[in-house]
Antibody
């Protein structure tokens, strides 16, 4: 059974840092692209970053580029998000998600973690 | 960045109703369009990918169509478990973007 579990959320002051982890199980983690998606309280979904299987191809949303760093450790079936220079507007539930794909064409998020709440407040 | 706009933003319906949600893209996304359902305090779940393909395990009362800029998600006969928020998402270009959501609640 596919399982994604985020950890590392919490309360942090503006300008601070936090590192989220996502532990995967039940599938060959090293065969899948992975993403982080967030949802501010009462708001919609915002994709913020993805990483290729090998970790060599990475994309970021403009809202986090230069502040957040995505990484993965395939040996430990883990995905990470290092969040620096946090702002009030980064307050959200952060989901890790597995990317299913028809090679070279369609892709979608077919498995999600339960989410980790990050609150940025003084 | 491609903007996705859903309508309506909220919708009230009854069990057994036929419900349609629309999603419009600010530019063509071909059929690179997915639909998700999110229940309160839960992670989203994919319903439809590639505009009209039903994800494994999703009930056949969910159907979707469209291409280019205009898409629809239809629930043929609403069930109690279907009251939730629905999001469309394009994956034609990076960043993948979501619609603002359509909240479906009980009339």
């Amino acid at each position: 059974q596919v399982h994604l579990v985020e950890s590392g959320g919490g309360l942090v002051k503006p300008g601070g840092s936090l590192r989220l982890s996502c532990e995967a199980s039940g599938f060959p983690f090293s065969d899948y692209y992975m993403s982080w998606i967030r949802q501010a309280p009462g708001k919609g979904l915002e994709w913020i970053s993805d990483i290729s299987i090998s970790g060599t191809s990475i994309n970021y949303a403009d809202s986090v580029r230069g502040r957040f760093i995505i990484s993965r450790d395939n040996a430990k079936n883990s995905l990470f998000l290092q969040m620096n220079s946090l702002r009030d507007e980064d307050t959200a539930v952060y989901f890790c998600a597995r990317e299913a794909a028809v090679p070279g064409t369609y892709n979608w998020f077919d498995a999600w973690g339960q989410g980790a709440l990050v609150t940025v407040s003084s | 960045e491609i903007e996705m706009t859903q309508s309506p933003s909220s919708l009230s319906a009854s069990v057994g109703d036929r419900v349609t949600i629309t999603c419009r893209a600010s530019q063509s996304v071909g059929t690179y369009l997915n639909w998700y359902q999110q229940k309160a305090r839960k992670a989203p779940q994919v319903l439809i990918y590639a505009a009209s393909s039903l994800e494994s395990g999703v009930p056949s009362r969910f159907t979707a169509s469209g291409s280019g800029t205009d898409f629809t998600l239809t629930i043929i006969s609403l069930q109690p478990d279907d009251f939730a928020t629905y999001y469309c998402q394009q994956t034609y270009t990076t960043p993948p973007t979501f619609g603002q959501g359509t909240r479906l609640d009980v009339k």
